[in-house]
């Protein structure tokens, strides 16, 4: 008996979705998207202004960039995501449409929508692309995993009362509790 030949999709189908409707590509899987609660947008408007004022007040070369943004992590057809925030140093990555090839710094707020490809597919997808720094901030928790990729070090767990500091930016540390407030 032959197997059911599942559907490859390409960036082109997600150019093709009804405005508004959002979806990401993983090896040419589609995911859908629903539309993030107050607290996600939150964090990520915090997140964006805390790591945004830091690069700024040193002059920095880096550039933050919150969801939606198109992320064509693999440089081909079959991957696409929009991470909640992307912070991208190599401004050769940039063009119109978005980042092309690795963040340095990626942070993804979970919903539970999301929890199993955020901890898992992405981990790896992000991983394997050179991403050097990945969060997951889970609100529902109040936890946030920090993983150096860059060194391929062992993942670190934290409340959002806890000082988190950057793997990229030494002196960047981040206390999520009073961004709620």
């Known amino acids: ?3 059911v030949q599942q559907k490859s999709y390409t960036i082109d189908d997600i150019y093709a979705l009804p405005e508004g409707q959002r979806a990401e590509l993983i090896d040419g899987r589609l995911y859908m998207m629903a539309p993030p609660i ?3 947008q939150k964090l990520i408007s915090q997140f964006t202004k805390i790591i945004g004022n830091y690069i700024d007040t040193r002059q920095g070369t880096c550039e933050v960039y919150p969801a939606p943004f198109a992320v064509f992590l693999n440089e081909d057809d079959l991957n696409y995501v929009e991470p909640d925030i992307s912070v991208i140093c190599d401004k050769g990555k940039l063009n119109d449409k978005g980042c ?3 963040p340095d710094w990626i942070i993804e707020i979970v919903s539970p929508s999301t929890s199993r490809i ?3 597919i992405k981990l790896f ?3 394997s692309a050179g991403v050097r720094e990945y969060w997951i901030v889970n609100p529902y928790k109040k936890s946030v995993m920090v993983y ?4 391929d070090e062992q993942s670190n767990q934290y409340d959002f009362d806890d000082a988190i500091y950057s793997c990229i930016y030494k002196d960047l540390k981040i206390n999520i509790a009073p961004l709620l407030l």
């Open 1 to 3: 008996m032959a197997l």
């Open 38 to 40: 107050r607290i996600h």
């Open 100 to 102: 092309n090839g690795a």
């Open 118 to 120: 955020d901890y898992g």
């Open 125 to 127: 997808k992000y991983r």
């Open 148 to 151: 150096d990729l860059e060194k």
